[in-house]
C-alpha cells in the first residue's frame, strides 16, 4: 500500500530490480516509510578509489537514489532536479548505509536530505550529508 499519491515499497522494490546501475552497485532497500528510507551498499573492492575509500559516486548514488525513493514514497512518480553531496570523512567500512528523508514536499517538487554512514566493526561513522531537489514526473 501507498498513501495517497505515493508509491509502495512494493513498486520501489520492482524499480530498484529494473535498475541495472543500482544492481551493479548491489543496492538494497533497508526501511520504508512515507517520506522516508534507509538503504545500503555493501563495500567491495571494485567500488572503492585508489586509497581504498569507497567511491565518491558511490555515495552519491545513495544520497541521489535515497533522496529520490523517499520523495517517491510521498509522491509518486520523481526525478532528481539537483542534488548537492558534502563528503565528510573517508567511506570505510563493511558497508554504507543511507537515512534520506523529505523535509518538504510541494505540488511540483520535494526537497530533501540524506545522510550516509560507513559502518565498521558494528560502529556507524557519517561520511557525507547531502540535500537534493526531486521532482515529481
Given at each position: 500500500?501507498?498513501?495517497?499519491?505515493?508509491?509502495?515499497?512494493?513498486?520501489?522494490?520492482?524499480?530498484?530490480?529494473?535498475?541495472?546501475?543500482?544492481?551493479?552497485?548491489?543496492?538494497?532497500?533497508?526501511?520504508?516509510?512515507?517520506?522516508?528510507?534507509?538503504?545500503?551498499?555493501?563495500?567491495?573492492?571494485?567500488?572503492?578509489?585508489?586509497?581504498?575509500?569507497?567511491?565518491?559516486?558511490?555515495?552519491?548514488?545513495?544520497?541521489?537514489?535515497?533522496?529520490?525513493?523517499?520523495?517517491?514514497?510521498?509522491?509518486?512518480?520523481?526525478?532528481?532536479?539537483?542534488?548537492?553531496?558534502?563528503?565528510?570523512?573517508?567511506?570505510?567500512?563493511?558497508?554504507?548505509?543511507?537515512?534520506?528523508?523529505?523535509?518538504?514536499?510541494?505540488?511540483?517538487?520535494?526537497v530533501c536530505r540524506a545522510d550516509v554512514f560507513a559502518e565498521k566493526?558494528?560502529?556507524?561513522?557519517?561520511?557525507?550529508?547531502?540535500?537534493?531537489?526531486?521532482?515529481?514526473?
Amino acid at each position: 500500500m501507498s498513501d495517497s499519491n505515493g508509491i509502495s515499497r512494493e513498486r520501489l522494490e520492482q524499480a530498484l530490480a529494473h535498475s541495472t546501475f543500482a544492481q551493479l552497485l548491489g543496492a538494497e532497500l533497508l526501511d520504508f516509510a512515507p517520506g522516508r528510507v534507509s538503504l545500503q551498499v555493501r563495500s567491495r573492492r571494485d567500488l572503492c578509489q585508489h586509497h581504498g575509500y569507497m567511491h565518491g559516486a558511490v555515495v552519491g548514488f545513495m544520497v541521489d537514489s535515497g533522496c529520490a525513493w523517499a520523495a517517491a514514497s510521498m509522491v509518486g512518480d520523481v526525478v532528481t532536479s539537483e542534488y548537492k553531496l558534502n563528503l565528510l570523512a573517508p567511506a570505510v567500512g563493511e558497508r554504507l548505509i543511507c537515512r534520506a528523508e523529505v523535509l518538504k514536499a510541494g505540488q511540483r517538487q520535494a526537497v530533501c536530505r540524506a545522510d550516509v554512514f560507513a559502518e565498521k566493526d558494528g560502529q556507524e561513522k557519517l561520511v557525507a550529508t547531502g540535500l537534493a531537489t526531486i521532482a515529481r514526473v
